[in-house]
């Protein structure tokens, strides 16, 4: 049954619910990993493993998922993907492991970029094209409020399974089931649940015959091969991987480095700044549309990168030592200037993918489906930069192994420097011109 006239909101919230339970599973493994090493006596390269086992799924099926969904629609796909996700958190729940988290969080993320790829071609059928980039933007709102909550799922539950006199139904449930000594191995018990509930709900729910256009469609293997010959095809990809790489190497090493340099409690103030860090990338998406209507998107993304960077130095080695970044902001950040400084650069990295996705896409006249293949591909950057953080800092230390951020930090302004899309964004100042003309 296709949808071109009628709209169906009951799909449209059941893709926003999607949206809600990739980001919920994705955004997790950053405040996990002081416990992870703590739990299985793990080295910081050992723990970077984890995050990598995750986003190689997203390189590795990206592709894939984009013939699968092709053949066999969005649905079956779906069904595919959430069923992985649910052996995969069943796995860990049962037979919590260093090796079997590795094979876990392989599964779930296959899962996850699985349904990166159904979702988004569904979401424009289902709520209507003139609707999509409305709908899109309010996913991303939703996807980042999922990263928003998680932390603090987890902080809740670790610090309340350890007290007995805390009893209520999820508390006694999880006492029974979870190890005394992992007690952040209930989030994976949460994660079962809610992914068995999605794979129900998908089940029995109806969906639309999707048309894909043109520029939607994976294309051959005849078409990546010809696009990875472009040079720039090469460069924004990369600008993907150092995005990617950039988020989830402060994401899965911001409580770990809060614990090893300021002393504080990853289970608590860990948690509470990787929370922020994903509330403030979903506030700035919002001031980024704003700006976006205002200014070239290349300049919006040279002044993210440049905050970014002077933000990320003050992170490492300033406000802890700088009276004037001392700041006091009683029940927001803890009076933590650590945890500000992190937190804020999930405001500054907003903008970042939106931008550099569009002036990749902007800068080829075809094959803009195989192309935004490939820069999911780039997601792989999400698998390598926590890696190489965790490999450097087991031999130099975890402030030194940070530094590599520097590097993905100035290839994403130099974007802004070189990017000669076909077409640029429109601003208020450009539709004002045009009018006059």
């Known amino acids: 049954m296709p949808l071109n006239s009628q709209r169906n909101y009951y799909l449209v919230i059941l893709i926003f619910l999607t949206f809600f339970v990739i980001s919920f599973l994705t955004n997790i493994i950053g405040p996990l990993i002081p416990d992870i090493i703590q739990s ?45 996700a649910l052996a995969g958190a069943l796995l860990f729940s049962l037979v919590p492991g260093y090796l079997i988290a590795t094979i876990s969080l392989f599964m779930i993320g296959l899962g996850m970029a699985m349904l990166q790829v159904a979702i988004n071609p569904l979401l424009r059928v289902s709520g209507g094209e003139e609707h999509f980039a409305f709908n899109s933007v309010l996913a991303q709102l939703i996807f980042g409020s999922a990263s928003f909550l998680s932390p603090r799922l987890y902080s809740y539950l670790v610090t309340n399974l350890s007290l007995p006199e805390k009893k209520n139904l999820l508390l006694v449930t ?7 000594q992992l007690p952040w191995i209930s989030l994976y018990w949460v994660f079962t649940v809610i992914v068995l509930l999605m794979l129900l709900i998908i089940f029995f729910s109806r969906f639309p015959r999707v048309e894909l256009k043109e520029e939607e469609r994976p294309g051959t293997w005849q078409i990546y091969k010809i696009l990875f010959k472009k040079r720039i095809v090469l460069l924004y990809f990369l600008g993907i991987m150092a995005y990617v ?11 770990q480095f809060l614990k090893t340099y300021h002393g504080l409690n990853p289970q608590t103030a860990g948690a509470r700044a990787v929370s922020y860090f994903w509330g403030l990338m979903t506030i700035g998406g919002l001031v980024g549309l704003v700006l976006l209507k205002l200014f070239d998107s290349r300049k919006v993304l040279i002044g993210a990168a440049f905050l970014a960077l002077v933000n990320f130095t003050l992170a490492l080695f300033g406000p802890a030592r700088l009276m004037v970044f001392n700041l006091k902001i009683p029940g927001l950040f803890s009076g ?10 999930g405001f ?17 006249e075809t094959y803009q489906g195989a192309f935004s293949g490939i ?18 800092g087991d031999r130099l230390g975890l402030l030194e192994g940070l530094l590599v951020l520097y590097i993905t930090l100035l290839y994403i302004l130099s974007i802004g420097l070189w990017a000669r899309p076909l077409i640029t964004n429109e601003t208020i100042s450009l539709r004002k011109k045009k009018t006059k003309e």
């Open 40 to 84: 299985f006596s793990l080295s910081l390269a050992l723990a970077g493993v984890l995050p990598f086992s995750f986003f190689i799924a997203y390189g590795v099926m990206s592709i894939p998922a984009g013939f699968l969904v092709e053949k066999y629609s969005e649905k079956p796909v779906m069904l595919l993907a959430f069923f992985l």
């Open 174 to 180: 999880l006492r029974r089931l979870v190890p005394g």
């Open 348 to 364: 500054f990295a907003s903008v970042m993918w939106p931008i550099i996705f569009s002036l990749a896409l902007n800068s080829i």
């Open 375 to 392: 820069l999911c591909t780039g997601i792989i950057g999400g698998a390598l930069l926590p890696l190489l953080i965790g490999w450097l």
């Open 245 to 255: 790489g950039t988020e989830q190497g402060l994401a899965n090493w911001i409580s």
């Open 336 to 345: 933590r200037a650590e945890i500000f400084t992190f937190s804020l650069l």
